[in-house]
């Protein structure tokens, strides 16, 4: 369902300027998501559980691979330090779902290094609505999920929010974006997101 719902996005990216982004699942309950450079998506079963709709979960595929767009994550690290945990990664990207210690390596990845700033949370988030506009999505949905994840911080919060700071306003700067845009029916709420919802509790 992961790798569906991300293909739909990748269609509409520009193949000349798209990447080969691959779409994974990883087996914990934590809300979290992250992009490594390249194009390797992986989203937490926490993340599908903690979604209202399905626009919000491909809010948040769109955000992180806004990043991967952007090459911010690319950007922070020297390349002979990307080489060695892409090594580590190995067994994943091959396509094999790997087991719970090739997880906790990916995931130590993932938290250890993709700290983004302000500005490329803002960016992401800009072409993120973008994404999920051209693929029928309401953008409004991903800057919705930020906002409820932002309530949850003061109760411990989410990894996914220290590792995204908040840029501020999210909504009213995903508002502002597309009220210019043209007015759209967006895809509404499906019974395939609800079922893998009910199998990810």
Do not use: C
Request: proline share 5%; net charge neutral.
């Amino acid at each position: 369902y992961i790798q569906q719902l991300g293909k739909k996005l990748e269609t509409v990216i520009p193949r000349e300027e798209s990447w080969p982004y691959q779409f994974h699942v990883v087996q914990q309950s934590d809300i979290n998501a992250f992009a490594l450079p390249g194009g390797p998506i992986f989203v937490n079963v926490g993340t599908i559980t903690a979604a209202d709709n399905e626009a919000q979960l491909a809010g948040v595929i769109a955000h992180e691979m806004s990043h991967v767009y952007m090459q911010h994550s690319a950007k922070q690290a020297p390349k002979q330090e990307w080489a060695s945990i892409l090594a580590g990664l190995g067994g994943l990207l091959g396509g094999a779902a790997g087991d719970l210690a090739q997880m906790g390596i990916q995931l130590g990845a993932g938290t250890l290094l993709m700290k983004y700033s302000r500005h490329d949370e803002a960016q992401a988030d800009s072409v993120g609505a973008i994404i999920m506009y051209k693929a029928g999505y309401n953008p409004r949905a991903m800057a919705e999920f930020f906002a409820k994840l932002e309530k949850e911080v003061g109760k411990g919060g989410p990894q996914f929010m220290s590792d995204h700071p908040n840029p501020g306003n999210r909504v009213e700067a995903v508002d502002k974006e597309i009220a210019s845009w043209p007015p759209k029916q967006y895809v509404a709420a499906n019974s395939a997101f609800q079922q893998v919802k009910q199998q990810a509790k």
